[in-house]
């Protein structure tokens, strides 16, 4: 079976502190992707990152950075410097080999950055 | 237009009610898919379409009734739905929903519905 783990339902921090949102995913598939969507409360998911279970090169993009690995099953995404807009719903998800192309999703982080 | 765009935004039906939410998208992707999301829970799969062709009905009751006339356009008929109903309905779309490719999908803003 799939699963994907966020173990915190909500975070609180101030602004301009960094923050590390954690993801735990299961799977027997050996080819699998890994995602981080971001809800704001406007409602749209924004696709954030994809990484692919082949690649476990850590990822930077701007104040975003998303650390994969696999010796723990694990793709943790860290908010660095973190901004008021980045308050949001954060989401992690698992996609595994074959035709299903269904994306396994975690309950998703409640982020909130206060002032 | 740009992305994934869903109408209403908001949605506020009694249980004898008839409606129809709609979703577009302008990526030119094959597959679209009908999520929805109620609170404390995670996202639910209702129905993916791909090539105008059901090819996911994750046991979604039959109050909900997906069209999809063409990869474009996604509709979601709603009939004699439940309060437990209420919930946040996003659509989105891929560009190729086989196994061999993992393309993201892309979400639209959603329909918030209230069912009285």
């Known amino acids: 079976a799939q699963k994907v783990t966020q173990a915190q339902t909500e975070i609180s921090v101030v602004e301009k502190e960094d923050v590390t949102l954690d993801c735990v995913y299961e799977?027997?598939?050996?080819?699998?992707?890994l995602f981080w969507y971001k809800q704001p409360p406007s409602g749209e998911l924004v696709f954030l990152i994809r990484?692919?279970?082949?690649d476990e090169q850590n990822e930077i993009s701007g104040r975003y950075s998303w650390n994969f690995q696999k010796s723990t099953s694990s793709f943790n995404f860290t908010i660095t410097a973190s901004q008021v807009v980045d308050s949001a719903v954060y989401f992690c998800?698992?996609?595994?080999?074959?035709?299903?192309?269904?994306?396994?999703w975690g309950a998703g982080t409640k982020l909130i950055i206060k002032p | 237009e740009t992305g994934v765009t869903q109408t209403p935004r908001h949605l506020v039906m009694g249980m004898t009610n008839k409606k129809s939410l709609k979703c577009e998208q302008h990526l030119g992707h094959n597959a679209m898919y009908w999520y929805k999301q109620s609170a404390k829970k995670p996202l639910e799969l209702m129905f993916v379409?791909?090539?105008?062709?059901?090819?996911e009905n994750n046991s979604v009751p039959s109050r909900f009734s997906p069209e999809c006339p063409n990869s474009s356009h996604l509709f979601l008929h709603l009939h004699t739905l439940q309060p437990e109903d209420s919930a946040l309905y996003l659509c989105?779309?891929?560009?190729?929903?086989?196994?061999?490719?993992?393309?993201?999908?892309?979400f639209g803003p959603g329909t918030r519905l209230t069912v009285l």
């Open positions: 799977t027997r598939d050996t080819t699998y992707y």
């Open positions: 379409y791909n090539f105008k062709e059901q090819t």
């Open positions: 989105a779309s891929s560009q190729d929903p086989s196994g061999s490719s993992y393309n993201e999908q892309f």
């Open positions: 990484r692919n279970s082949f």
């Open positions: 998800a698992l996609r595994g080999q074959g035709s299903n192309y269904q994306l396994i």
